[in-house]
């Protein structure tokens, strides 16, 4: 290792930010975290380092994620090597107060144990720039609606990968309605067995087919709110 931190020392910002893209890309947790020491070292803002580096980087490995480039175990390792630089900025940014796009709690629904998507769909939001409070699997309405009054988030994410728990998605988006909140909530659902028309049939924002699209529609979502919010 001592090769390579004489290495970084030596390397310019641009160059050190490039190197984490790659290294994120290759799944490569260490290395990663060095960087980001090094990149403090210097004196560079948490959230510049979050932006240029860690979310610049899961930004690639998002769009060969969509493009069938990446698979899933790949895109996990990446997602780990994010979470050992999320580790070190995590404290720095709540310190600093750092703007985050928005706030998502993500959750398999009831009768659901099947969590390898939404782990993704929580690391890549992450990645992307938002703070996601992950439920894990087995999720009652109960618990969705006291981590909803809890965090207050800009969205809900659900999953289901079986198509008897499907229908538990309908339940909590009633359930929703029926406490005044549906209307405070970009709900997006996803999962193997769903599709565009379920979601619409249940009241669902959105169906994401896999992690990136997720990504880039909730991103989107929050982009009209903001412009909403202006007006």
């Known amino acids: 290792m001592s090769d390579e931190e004489i290495d970084l020392q030596t390397m310019s910002d641009d160059e050190i930010y490039e190197l984490m893209k790659e290294d994120l890309y290759d799944g490569y947790a260490e290395e990663i975290a060095e960087e980001v020491q090094v990149m403090l070292a210097r004196g560079h803002e948490p959230y510049a380092i979050l932006t240029n580096g860690l979310v610049a980087g899961m930004d690639i490995v998002g769009a060969d994620f969509r493009d069938g480039i990446l698979f ?33 709690v993500v959750g398999t629904v009831k009768g659901d144990i099947h969590d390898i998507g939404k782990n ?94 997720g990504v880039e529609t909730a991103k989107k979502f929050m982009y009209i709110r903001r412009q909403k919010a202006k007006a």
């Open 72 to 104: 899933v175990p790949e895109v996990l390792m990446a997602a780990k090597a994010m979470k050992a630089g999320m580790a070190i900025l995590r404290p720095l940014l709540a310190e600093t107060g750092a703007e985050r796009i928005g706030t998502m």
């Open 120 to 213: 993704l769909v929580g690391m890549m939001m992450e990645g992307a720039g938002f703070e996601v409070i992950d439920l894990g699997v087995n999720n009652s309405v109960e618990k969705f609606l006291a981590a909803i009054e809890k965090h207050k988030p800009d969205i809900l994410g659900m999953s289901a990968l079986l198509t008897t728990t499907m229908p538990y998605m309908r339940v909590v988006i009633e359930a929703l309605k029926e406490a005044g909140i549906r209307q405070d909530i970009i709900v997006l659902v996803g999962g193997a067995p769903l599709n565009q028309a379920f979601a619409e049939e249940i009241g669902a924002d959105a169906y994401c087919r896999d992690a990136a699209v």
